[in-house]
């Protein structure tokens, strides 16, 4: 089993930056990849982000990318999301994900992000 904290939310002016962290504990040592998802209200959750643990390999949504940068400290079994040139269509809550093969995907709570015009 592995649990997965995820924070950095908040609210922040269009143009602006915020830097999310996801923490991971517990049998973290299998993680194939992590990433990261939002969800609008009234929308479906889309994807945002992931990367591999084995090699830095990345890959983002066109809605976010050259804008938001995705990293991860497998030493410390933590990932980040760094989001720059906010935009208020990002105010969402966004969840971290962990994969790991032959288990159910690993969801945090959720952090909310509010970008204001």
């Known amino acids: 089993q592995v649990q997965l904290v995820d924070s950095g939310g908040g609210l922040v002016q269009a143009g602006g930056s915020l830097r999310l962290s996801c923490a991971a504990s517990?049998?973290?040592?299998?993680?194939?990849?992590m990433g990261w998802y939002r969800q609008a209200p009234g929308k479906e959750r889309e994807f945002v982000a992931k990367?591999?643990?084995?090699?830095?390999?990345?890959y983002y949504a066109d809605s976010v990318k050259g804008r938001f940068t995705i990293s991860r400290d497998s030493a410390k079994s933590m990932c980040y999301l760094q989001m720059n040139s906010l935009k208020a269509e990002d105010t969402a809550i966004y969840y971290c994900?962990?994969?790991?093969?032959?288990?159910?995907?690993?969801w945090g709570q959720g952090t909310q992000v509010t970008v204001s015009s």
């Open positions: 994900n962990a994969v790991r093969p032959g288990y159910p995907d690993a």
């Open positions: 517990g049998r973290t040592s299998n993680i194939y990849l």
């Open positions: 990367i591999r643990w084995s090699a830095p390999t990345t």
